[in-house]
């Protein structure tokens, strides 16, 4: 079965670029890597979607090795309104099933 | 219109009691999803509907019975439920719902349910 693994907890400053990898075994083979950001008591937000090499839209990066099993979301220039939960989901070849990641909580300080 | 309506937004119930959450989309989306969340945790899939039928079940007790009247539209009704079910259950939608594929999901904000 897949299973996603990110670190629990980040911090960083305002203006500083952050990347959070989040690791993915099995995933299915056209499945894309989608995050989502979610702030307390919202639900998660769309931020940024791949399936191979690097994608940018206004608001992230997303890096995907040749192997896919990891992907990094690459932020740059966060501010505090970027303090939230970061999740990453896949698909899982094996069982159908979507995978979310336990979620990255992110502090940007000032 | 890119958004997901969940109504109400915050719901108290005795495990007695007999209510529905609500959630609409104007999408066009023909995949639309329930899940749980609790407190520091990643959403718990519940269900799933693909074209109005109801494609995946997540072995979720039968106390939660999901029902989808049209396409825009997606109802939990919720009976004798247990204090354990205190949640944010969170509905979205997205296009298509290929197996195994995740597709754009967009997530409405969600109803706060405490059971007493």
């Known amino acids: 079965l897949a299973k996603t693994t990110q670190p629990i907890s980040m911090d960083s400053y305002e203006g500083q670029e952050v990347n959070i990898t989040c690791s993915h075994n099995?995933?299915?083979?056209?499945?894309?890597i989608t995050w989502y950001q979610q702030f307390p008591s919202q639900g998660p937000r769309f931020i940024i979607q791949?399936?191979?090499?690097?994608v940018t839209n206004e608001v992230a990066s997303l890096f995907i090795p040749a192997d896919r099993k990891s992907s990094t979301l690459s932020l740059p220039r966060v501010s505090l309104s970027d303090t939230a939960v970061y999740y990453c989901?896949?698909?899982?070849?094996?069982?159908?099933?979507?995978?979310w990641g336990a979620g990255t909580k992110l502090i940007i300080k000032p | 219109d890119t958004e997901v309506t969940q109504t109400p937004k915050h719901l108290v119930m005795g495990m007695t009691n007999k209510k529905s959450l609500k959630c609409e989309q104007h999408?066009?989306?023909?995949?639309m999803y329930w899940y749980k969340q609790k407190a520091k945790k990643p959403p718990e899939l519940m269900f799933v509907?693909?074209?109005?039928?109801?494609?995946i079940n997540e072995s979720v007790p039968s106390r939660f019975s999901p029902e989808c009247p049209n396409s825009s539209l997606l109802n939990l009704h919720l009976h004798a439920l247990q204090p354990e079910d205190s949640a944010l259950y969170l509905c979205a939608s997205s296009q298509v719902r290929l197996a195994g594929v995740a597709d754009t999901q967009y997530f409405g904000p969600g109803t706060r349910l405490t059971v007493l």
């Open positions: 099995n995933i299915a083979t056209n499945d894309y």
């Open positions: 989901l896949v698909g899982d070849d094996s069982n159908y099933q979507l995978i």
């Open positions: 791949g399936y191979k090499t690097k």
């Open positions: 999408m066009g989306h023909r995949a």
């Open positions: 509907y693909s074209y109005e039928k109801l494609s």
